[in-house]
């Protein structure tokens, strides 16, 4: 019976300090994909990367630490998905998580 009091005696001398509630991570969601003469289109919110473009993104998320998703669709190829990993890797990028749809 003293335990309960002892309890509620010292909870309300002291606030409980705030907890912080853990944010949804901001994932980057880039789509690749393999036309019929073996090259690969990249695309980022609905819109196609160039190399440069993708470059350039790949830079930006890499000093952020940002984690790149890289969603292989039906029907683009393996390669494809391996040649946009190296390509992420060599600019710096570290986290990137593989999706197949």
Partial sequence: MAV???LA?????APLPAVPIPAEEA???IVVTANRKGR??????D???SDKQLAANARSWAATGV???VVRPRGAGYDCMARIAFSL???GVRLIQFVER
Avoid: D, T, Y
């Fill in 40 to 45: 690969c289109r990249v695309q980022l919110e």
């Fill in 4 to 6: 309960p009091i002892l």
């Fill in 89 to 91: 890797g060599r600019h």
């Fill in 9 to 13: 005696a010292m909870l309300s001398q």
């Fill in 47 to 49: 819109r196609n990367l």
């Fill in 27 to 29: 994932v980057q969601e």
């Fill in 67 to 69: 984690p790149v998703r």
